[in-house]
Each structure stands twice: as C-alpha cells, then as structure tokens.
Antibody, heavy 116, light 111 residues
Framework: QVQLVQSGSELKKPGASVKVSCKAS????????MNWVRQAPGQGLEWMGW????????TYAQGFTGRFVFSLDTSVSTAYLQISSLKAEDTAVYYC?????????WGQGTLVTVSS | QSVLTQPPSVSAAPGQKVTISCSGS????????VSWYQQLPGTAPKLLIY???KRPSGIPDRFSGSKSGTSATLGITGLQTGDEADYYC????????????FGGGTKLTVL
C-alpha cells in the first residue's frame, strides 16, 4: 500500500536550518509529483510548491522562494524539504503529499518549532 | 485571505445532511477539477473527493461532490459524530502560472 513516512518533530533556534524527509513506498516514486504543504498552528492548509520526481525540477509557490528548497534522492524514494534562516513564523506542521492531479496520499506531517 | 472561499463553520445534528460551499473564479474552479480533503483533529488531511465528484476507494457514498460554474459543493448525508473535522476544497489556479490553491477550510460540528 502507498505510504509516505515523514521524519520526526524538530525544535530549532531562529536562524538555524532544518531538513524534513518524506520516504515513499508502495508505488513507483518517479511516477507522481511530490508536493509540500504547510499548516501553521490553528490555521489552514497552504501549498508550498512541488517537485518533479522525474527531473528534480522544483516549483515554489509565492512566499516560499529563497529560504525553501525541495530536493530528492530517488535511490531511496525520498523527498526533502529544507528551510534555512528559520524564523518564529516558520513554526508549523509540514506535510508532503503525492499528486497526479489532486493530492491522493499524504505524509503524517512533521512539526517544526522555531523558538529561542 | 484564500483564493477559494469557504464558510468558516457549519453544523448539523447526527443523521442530518450538510453542504459546504467553495467559491472561486474562472482561473481556478471554473476551468479545473476540484478536490475535497477531510482533516480529522490532530491528523493529516485525507482525500475525500477528486475530479469534482469522484470518491476514492474506501470513501462512503455519504460523501458527494458537485461543481457548477465557479463554485463547488461538498455534501455529507447521514452525519456521524466521527465526521467532525475540518474540510478543505482545492484546485489548480492558472491565473499567472499554474499553482495549487486551498480554500480556507470549514469546521464541521456535529451537534
């Protein structure tokens, strides 16, 4: 069965970096795009962008350029989200979600807390 | 402020029916498929409806979707307490370059 398993919660200080992983199983990794979605505490879902798992080409939504980087390691069917120069407002749950149009499978989410 | 507009909350009694609206424009709902997601408290979102009105395997037929023009609607019949969740609509928007948009979410309370 399709599964997306994300790395565990992170507590970081402002200015630090974090790398969240999303390991896929149960399907051919390169057959579907991978998206990243942010959910700040008590807020709705916000699409961050997606990465083409065939070419590795990322597309970032407005507001997620510069400090956010999507990457892949297709040898282990894993997508990564790296956030640099962390700010308090980056505190959120980050989800990966597979898409072939809509978002049919989601990771369990990774809570990133940024606090001094 | 989301590009797609949903009511912040809806409520109904167990066994009743409820609808959740999602209003957009010609650059998003008007020309693209709509999907709906259910987020139970403390869990990841789950795909409920795709391509406007299709249900993934395992989703009961109590859940339905429809689209007309630049609006979409999620319907839930035979409400159960376990349906209490946040519901989000989503679709692609092609106004400048293709990007995905979610509605602001609707909190369903089953009284």
């Amino acid at each position: 069965q399709v599964q997306l398993v994300q790395s565990g919660s992170e507590l970081k200080k402002p200015g630090a970096s974090v790398k969240v992983s999303c390991k896929a199983s149960g399907y051919t990794f390169t057959s579907y795009a991978m998206n990243w979605v942010r959910q700040a505490p008590g807020q709705g879902l916000e699409w961050m962008g997606w990465i083409n798992t065939n070419t590795g080409n990322p597309t970032y939504a407005q507001g997620f350029t510069g400090r956010f980087v999507f990457s892949l390691d297709t040898s282990v069917s894993t997508a990564y989200l790296q956030i640099s120069s962390l700010k308090a407002e980056d505190t959120a749950v980050y989800y990966c979600a597979r898409s072939g149009g809509d978002f049919d499978y989601w990771g369990q989410g990774t809570l990133v807390t940024v606090s001094s | 402020q989301s590009v797609l507009t949903q009511p912040p909350s809806v409520s109904a009694a167990p066994g009743q029916k409820v609808t959740i609206s999602c209003s957009g424009s010609s650059s998003n709902i008007g020309n693209n498929y709509v999907s709906w997601y259910q987020q139970l408290p403390g869990t990841a979102p789950k795909l409920l409806i795709y391509d406007n009105n299709k249900r993934p395997s395992g989703i009961p037929d109590r859940f339905s979707g429809s689209k007309s023009g630049t609006s979409a609607t999620l319907g839930i019949t035979g409400l159960q307490t376990g349906d209490e969740a946040d519901y989000y609509c989503g679709t692609w928007d092609s106004s400048l370059s293709a990007y995905w948009v979610f509605g602001g979410g609707t909190k369903l309370t089953v009284l």
